[in-house]
Protein backbone atom coordinates (compact mmCIF):
# COMPACT_ATOMS: atom_id res chain seq x y z
CA UNK A 1 0.00 0.00 0.00
CA UNK A 2 1.34 3.30 -0.85
CA UNK A 3 2.32 5.85 1.54
CA UNK A 4 -0.64 8.60 2.68
CA UNK A 5 -1.52 11.02 4.97
CA UNK A 6 -3.46 10.62 7.67
CA UNK A 7 -6.52 12.77 6.25
CA UNK A 8 -6.13 10.88 2.56
CA UNK A 9 -7.54 8.42 1.39
CA UNK A 10 -5.73 5.27 -0.16
CA UNK A 11 -5.97 4.76 -4.00
CA UNK A 12 -9.20 3.01 -3.52
CA UNK A 13 -10.82 -0.22 -6.03
CA UNK A 14 -14.63 -0.66 -6.35
CA UNK A 15 -15.97 -4.20 -7.38
CA UNK A 16 -19.57 -3.27 -8.24
CA UNK A 17 -20.85 -0.05 -9.11
CA UNK A 18 -24.92 -0.23 -8.57
CA UNK A 19 -26.76 2.21 -6.79
CA UNK A 20 -24.75 1.89 -3.46
CA UNK A 21 -21.49 1.85 -5.32
CA UNK A 22 -22.28 4.64 -7.12
CA UNK A 23 -23.27 6.77 -4.27
CA UNK A 24 -20.25 5.96 -2.67
CA UNK A 25 -18.10 6.79 -5.96
CA UNK A 26 -19.64 9.76 -6.06
CA UNK A 27 -18.78 10.83 -2.66
CA UNK A 28 -15.72 10.01 -3.21
CA UNK A 29 -15.13 12.22 -6.20
CA UNK A 30 -16.82 15.18 -4.40
CA UNK A 31 -14.91 18.65 -3.68
CA UNK A 32 -12.86 18.49 -1.40
CA UNK A 33 -12.01 14.83 -0.56
CA UNK A 34 -8.30 13.97 0.08
CA UNK A 35 -7.52 10.87 -1.70
CA UNK A 36 -5.12 9.01 -4.25
CA UNK A 37 -6.42 8.59 -7.86
CA UNK A 38 -7.29 7.44 -9.71
CA UNK A 39 -10.41 5.20 -8.59
CA UNK A 40 -10.34 1.94 -10.29
CA UNK A 41 -14.22 0.54 -10.64
CA UNK A 42 -15.69 -2.64 -12.14
CA UNK A 43 -18.87 -2.96 -14.19
CA UNK A 44 -20.80 -5.49 -15.85
CA UNK A 45 -20.87 -3.76 -18.93
CA UNK A 46 -18.95 -2.34 -21.61
CA UNK A 47 -21.85 0.39 -21.72
CA UNK A 48 -21.49 1.08 -18.20
CA UNK A 49 -17.68 1.00 -17.70
CA UNK A 50 -17.81 3.63 -20.96
CA UNK A 51 -20.01 6.36 -19.43
CA UNK A 52 -16.06 6.96 -17.33
CA UNK A 53 -14.15 7.23 -20.34
CA UNK A 54 -14.11 11.03 -20.07
CA UNK A 55 -13.08 10.92 -16.50
CA UNK A 56 -9.81 11.15 -15.25
CA UNK A 57 -10.73 10.71 -11.47
CA UNK A 58 -12.20 7.03 -12.54
CA UNK A 59 -10.65 4.29 -14.95
CA UNK A 60 -13.12 1.51 -15.56
CA UNK A 61 -13.19 -2.24 -16.19
CA UNK A 62 -16.16 -4.02 -17.86
CA UNK A 63 -16.60 -7.77 -16.56
CA UNK A 64 -18.34 -8.43 -19.75
CA UNK A 65 -15.32 -7.55 -22.11
CA UNK A 66 -12.21 -8.15 -19.90
CA UNK A 67 -12.44 -11.98 -17.33
CA UNK A 68 -9.45 -9.65 -15.67
CA UNK A 69 -11.29 -6.37 -14.61
CA UNK A 70 -11.45 -7.40 -10.92
CA UNK A 71 -8.16 -8.68 -10.68
CA UNK A 72 -6.91 -5.46 -12.91
CA UNK A 73 -8.56 -3.26 -10.58
CA UNK A 74 -7.59 -4.00 -7.36
CA UNK A 75 -3.95 -4.60 -8.19
CA UNK A 76 -2.09 -1.32 -5.80
CA UNK A 77 -5.13 -0.25 -4.32
CA UNK A 78 -5.07 0.25 -0.20
CA UNK A 79 -8.72 0.29 0.03
CA UNK A 80 -11.17 -2.41 -2.04
CA UNK A 81 -15.03 -2.01 -1.47
CA UNK A 82 -17.17 -4.96 -2.35
CA UNK A 83 -20.25 -3.43 -3.46
CA UNK A 84 -22.14 -6.73 -5.02
CA UNK A 85 -24.62 -8.63 -3.95
CA UNK A 86 -24.07 -10.99 -0.94
CA UNK A 87 -24.36 -14.37 -2.99
CA UNK A 88 -21.92 -13.10 -5.24
CA UNK A 89 -18.85 -12.16 -2.50
CA UNK A 90 -16.76 -15.60 -1.81
CA UNK A 91 -16.26 -15.92 -5.64
CA UNK A 92 -15.11 -12.51 -5.93
CA UNK A 93 -12.81 -12.43 -2.81
CA UNK A 94 -11.48 -15.86 -4.06
CA UNK A 95 -11.15 -14.29 -7.10
CA UNK A 96 -8.95 -11.63 -6.20
CA UNK A 97 -7.22 -12.40 -3.05
CA UNK A 98 -3.89 -13.55 -4.56
CA UNK A 99 -3.55 -9.89 -6.19
CA UNK A 100 -4.65 -7.95 -2.85
CA UNK A 101 -1.81 -5.70 -1.92
CA UNK A 102 -0.53 -6.40 1.56
CA UNK A 103 -1.98 -4.40 4.42
CA UNK A 104 -4.78 -3.87 2.37
CA UNK A 105 -8.50 -2.96 3.58
CA UNK A 106 -11.63 -4.86 2.20
CA UNK A 107 -14.84 -3.17 2.60
CA UNK A 108 -18.26 -5.24 2.49
CA UNK A 109 -21.14 -3.68 1.95
CA UNK A 110 -22.94 -7.02 1.74
CA UNK A 111 -26.10 -7.66 4.54
CA UNK A 112 -25.66 -11.87 5.85
CA UNK A 113 -22.18 -11.86 5.02
CA UNK A 114 -19.95 -12.10 7.90
CA UNK A 115 -16.29 -10.90 8.41
CA UNK A 116 -15.64 -14.48 9.47
CA UNK A 117 -16.72 -15.40 6.03
CA UNK A 118 -14.98 -12.95 3.99
CA UNK A 119 -11.26 -13.31 6.29
CA UNK A 120 -11.34 -17.18 5.62
CA UNK A 121 -10.59 -16.34 1.88
CA UNK A 122 -8.10 -14.01 2.32
CA UNK A 123 -4.05 -13.61 2.55
CA UNK A 124 -2.48 -12.97 6.60
CA UNK A 125 -2.54 -8.99 6.59
CA UNK A 126 -5.55 -7.89 4.85
CA UNK A 127 -8.04 -6.30 6.82
CA UNK A 128 -12.02 -6.69 6.55
CA UNK A 129 -14.42 -4.40 7.72
CA UNK A 130 -18.48 -4.69 7.02
CA UNK A 131 -20.49 -1.15 6.80
CA UNK A 132 -24.09 -0.86 6.63
CA UNK A 133 -25.12 2.37 4.50
CA UNK A 134 -28.59 3.23 3.62
CA UNK A 135 -29.52 4.64 0.12
CA UNK A 136 -29.58 8.24 1.29
CA UNK A 137 -25.74 8.18 1.12
CA UNK A 138 -26.69 9.15 -2.83
CA UNK A 139 -27.85 12.29 -1.93
CA UNK A 140 -25.13 12.97 0.74
CA UNK A 141 -27.32 12.36 3.43
CA UNK A 142 -26.78 8.81 4.38
CA UNK A 143 -26.01 7.33 7.53
CA UNK A 144 -23.46 3.95 7.67
CA UNK A 145 -22.70 1.62 10.42
CA UNK A 146 -19.02 -0.12 10.53
CA UNK A 147 -17.66 -2.78 12.16
CA UNK A 148 -14.12 -4.33 11.62
CA UNK A 149 -13.39 -8.01 11.73
CA UNK A 150 -10.90 -9.15 13.66
CA UNK A 151 -8.39 -8.64 11.65
CA UNK A 152 -9.19 -4.98 11.23
CA UNK A 153 -7.43 -2.31 13.18
CA UNK A 154 -8.12 0.78 14.98
CA UNK A 155 -6.42 2.44 11.95
CA UNK A 156 -8.12 0.54 9.11
CA UNK A 157 -11.57 0.91 10.69
CA UNK A 158 -10.55 4.62 11.09
CA UNK A 159 -10.04 5.06 7.32
CA UNK A 160 -13.45 3.06 6.45
CA UNK A 161 -14.80 6.09 8.99
CA UNK A 162 -13.26 8.37 6.77
CA UNK A 163 -14.35 6.67 3.54
CA UNK A 164 -18.15 6.62 4.33
CA UNK A 165 -18.12 10.11 5.84
CA UNK A 166 -17.99 11.66 2.10
CA UNK A 167 -21.65 10.42 1.98
CA UNK A 168 -23.00 11.41 5.37
CA UNK A 169 -22.64 10.12 8.99
CA UNK A 170 -20.88 7.13 10.29
CA UNK A 171 -21.22 4.95 13.39
CA UNK A 172 -18.90 2.95 15.21
CA UNK A 173 -20.39 -0.47 15.94
CA UNK A 174 -19.36 -4.48 17.24
CA UNK A 175 -19.84 -6.54 14.49
CA UNK A 176 -23.00 -8.17 16.04
CA UNK A 177 -24.49 -4.84 15.86
CA UNK A 178 -24.52 -4.68 12.22
CA UNK A 179 -27.86 -6.56 11.17
CA UNK A 180 -29.38 -4.31 13.78
CA UNK A 181 -28.28 -1.16 12.02
CA UNK A 182 -29.52 -2.49 8.72
CA UNK A 183 -33.01 -3.18 10.45
CA UNK A 184 -32.84 0.34 11.66
CA UNK A 185 -31.12 2.74 9.18
CA UNK A 186 -30.25 0.17 6.20
CA UNK A 187 -33.90 -0.73 5.88
CA UNK A 188 -35.34 2.79 7.61
CA UNK A 189 -36.18 4.45 4.08
CA UNK A 190 -38.13 1.99 2.82
CA UNK A 191 -40.52 2.22 6.39
CA UNK A 192 -40.85 6.37 5.63
CA UNK A 193 -41.17 5.72 1.97
CA UNK A 194 -44.09 3.16 3.14
CA UNK A 195 -45.65 5.77 5.58
CA UNK A 196 -45.06 8.66 2.47
CA UNK A 197 -47.14 6.07 0.31
CA UNK A 198 -49.96 5.21 2.44
CA UNK A 199 -50.13 9.05 3.72
CA UNK A 200 -50.78 9.78 0.17
CA UNK A 201 -53.29 7.68 -0.69
CA UNK A 202 -55.19 8.88 2.50
CA UNK A 203 -54.58 11.96 1.25
CA UNK A 204 -56.14 11.21 -2.42
CA UNK A 205 -59.35 10.00 -0.22
CA UNK A 206 -59.77 13.14 1.51
CA UNK A 207 -60.06 14.75 -2.57
CA UNK A 208 -57.10 15.88 -3.54
CA UNK A 209 -55.40 15.37 -6.59
CA UNK A 210 -52.32 13.23 -7.17
CA UNK A 211 -49.96 16.39 -7.83
CA UNK A 212 -51.28 17.90 -4.42
CA UNK A 213 -51.36 14.82 -2.32
CA UNK A 214 -47.77 14.08 -3.49
CA UNK A 215 -46.90 17.80 -2.20
CA UNK A 216 -48.39 17.50 0.97
CA UNK A 217 -47.04 14.87 2.18
CA UNK A 218 -43.35 15.26 0.40
CA UNK A 219 -42.72 18.58 1.77
CA UNK A 220 -44.48 17.24 5.24
CA UNK A 221 -42.24 14.78 5.59
CA UNK A 222 -39.06 16.74 4.54
CA UNK A 223 -39.80 19.64 6.45
CA UNK A 224 -40.43 17.07 9.45
CA UNK A 225 -37.11 15.69 9.13
CA UNK A 226 -35.27 19.06 8.46
CA UNK A 227 -36.99 20.40 11.63
CA UNK A 228 -36.26 17.31 13.88
CA UNK A 229 -32.41 17.95 12.91
CA UNK A 230 -32.06 20.92 13.94
CA UNK A 231 -33.56 21.07 17.31
CA UNK A 232 -32.12 19.60 20.45
CA UNK A 233 -35.50 18.02 21.57
CA UNK A 234 -36.51 14.53 20.84
CA UNK A 235 -39.06 13.21 18.47
CA UNK A 236 -41.48 12.74 21.56
CA UNK A 237 -41.55 15.98 22.24
CA UNK A 238 -41.67 17.68 19.28
CA UNK A 239 -44.55 15.49 18.76
CA UNK A 240 -45.67 17.14 21.58
CA UNK A 241 -45.13 20.48 20.07
CA UNK A 242 -47.50 19.81 17.49
CA UNK A 243 -49.92 17.77 19.61
CA UNK A 244 -52.64 20.39 21.62
CA UNK A 245 -54.60 19.26 24.29
CA UNK A 246 -58.01 18.48 23.11
CA UNK A 247 -57.35 19.67 19.50
CA UNK A 248 -57.05 18.05 15.90
CA UNK A 249 -53.51 16.25 16.01
CA UNK A 250 -54.38 14.85 19.36
CA UNK A 251 -57.63 12.88 17.76
CA UNK A 252 -55.75 11.66 14.77
CA UNK A 253 -52.23 11.03 17.11
CA UNK A 254 -55.34 8.44 19.64
CA UNK A 255 -56.07 6.69 16.82
CA UNK A 256 -52.80 5.52 15.42
CA UNK A 257 -51.49 4.13 19.09
CA UNK A 258 -54.79 2.31 19.07
CA UNK A 259 -52.45 0.40 16.60
CA UNK A 260 -49.44 0.12 19.11
CA UNK A 261 -46.85 1.45 17.43
CA UNK A 262 -44.24 -0.06 19.77
CA UNK A 263 -44.91 -3.48 19.50
CA UNK A 264 -45.56 -3.45 15.82
CA UNK A 265 -42.15 -1.70 15.37
CA UNK A 266 -39.87 -4.16 17.63
CA UNK A 267 -41.87 -7.25 15.42
CA UNK A 268 -40.87 -5.28 12.26
CA UNK A 269 -37.10 -4.96 12.85
CA UNK A 270 -36.88 -8.27 14.68
CA UNK A 271 -38.18 -9.78 11.50
CA UNK A 272 -35.47 -7.80 9.32
CA UNK A 273 -32.60 -8.99 11.70
CA UNK A 274 -34.26 -12.77 11.70
CA UNK A 275 -33.60 -12.48 7.81
CA UNK A 276 -30.03 -10.49 8.33
CA UNK A 277 -29.56 -14.37 10.39
CA UNK A 278 -30.64 -16.59 7.67
CA UNK A 279 -28.70 -15.52 5.32
CA UNK A 280 -25.78 -15.75 7.32
CA UNK A 281 -26.53 -19.15 7.68
CA UNK A 282 -27.51 -19.43 3.86
CA UNK A 283 -30.55 -19.92 3.96
Not at 162 to 167: I, K, N, P, Q, W
Not at 256 to 267: H, N, V, Y
Request: glycine share 8%; net charge negative.
Amino acid sequence: MSEMTSETLPRTAMIGVGSMGGAILSGLRAPGVSIELPVAVTTRSVASAAAFDAADDVVAYAGESDPEANRRAVRGAGLVILAVKPWMIADVVREVSHVLEPGAILVSVAAGVPSSAIEAELPEGVSVVRAMPNTPSQIGRGVTGIAGGVSASEEAIEIVRRLFETVGSVLVVREDQINDIAAVSGSGPAYIFLYAEHMTAAARRLGFDEDQARLLVQQTIAGAAELMLGSDEDPEQLRRNVTSPKGTTEQAVAVLQEADWSDLFDRALAANVRRSEELERGE
